[in-house]
Every structure is written in structure tokens, then in C-alpha cells.
Nanobody, 125 residues
Framework: QVQLVESGGGLVQAGGSLRLSCAMP????????MAWFRQAPGKEREFVAG????????DYIDSVKGRFAISRDNAKNAVYLQMNSLKPEDTAVYHC??????????????????WGQGTQVTVSS
């Protein structure tokens, strides 16, 4: 059974940084494309960043380009989201997601194979 465990969320002032981590304790991590999504209160879950199985391809929503960076370490079975220059509008619960298909993990929320439980990120102004 694949499990995803996020960590690294918290409260930070605008302009600050946080690094989220998502570990896959069981499963063949390198077989999965990974992504980060976020969901703010009253809003739909939205794609933030994705990375293919090798780390050779990454994608971001426009609002985080140049501020966020997704990376992975297949030897440690983990994916990361480095978030810099944080803004209050980045406040949300951040979830990591895993799917064997890179297109699905970025674009087809309803078909993604595995989700983490989420970690809260709060950015104060």
C-alpha cells in the first residue's frame, strides 16, 4: 500500500520561505511522477508543481514560477517543494500526489492514484 507523508508546513511571514517534504515509505518511488497541489478554504484544489519520475521535467502554475522549486531524491523516496518569497495568497493546505502517469498527476485530479494527508501553510501579511 502506497502512503505519502507530508511535512514542513507552518506559519511564516510574507517574503519568507518554507520547504515541504513528501516521503513514500513503501512503494517504488521512482516509478511515480509526483506533484504538489494546494487547497485554500472555499476553493478548489489546484495544481502547483509537478515533476516526472526522473526529475528531468518539471511544471509550475504561473503564480509560483520563479518562487517555488520542486525536486526529488529517488534514493530517499522523497519529493520536495522549496517555497520562497511567500505571499498571503499562498496560504493553503498543501498535498503531494503520486501517479505513474506524468500527465495525469498534473492535470486529472480525479484519477490521481495516491494523495498525502496535507500540510498547512499559512503566510501572514
Amino acid at each position: 500500500q502506497v502512503q505519502l507523508v507530508e511535512s514542513g508546513g507552518g506559519l511564516v511571514q510574507a517574503g519568507g520561505s518554507l520547504r515541504l517534504s513528501c516521503a513514500m515509505p513503501r512503494g517504488t518511488f521512482s516509478s511515480y511522477a509526483m506533484a504538489w497541489f494546494r487547497q485554500a478554504p472555499g476553493k478548489e484544489r489546484e495544481f502547483v508543481a509537478g515533476i516526472d519520475w526522473s526529475g528531468g521535467s518539471t511544471d509550475y502554475i504561473d503564480s509560483v514560477k520563479g518562487r517555488f522549486a520542486i525536486s526529488r531524491d529517488n534514493a530517499k523516496n522523497a519529493v520536495y517543494l522549496q517555497m520562497n518569497s511567500l505571499k498571503p495568497e499562498d496560504t493553503a493546505v498543501y498535498h503531494c500526489a503520486a501517479d505513474p502517469n506524468y500527465r495525469i498527476v498534473r492535470t486529472v485530479v480525479g484519477q490521481i492514484a495516491y494523495w498525502g494527508q496535507g500540510t498547512q501553510v499559512t503566510v501572514s501579511s
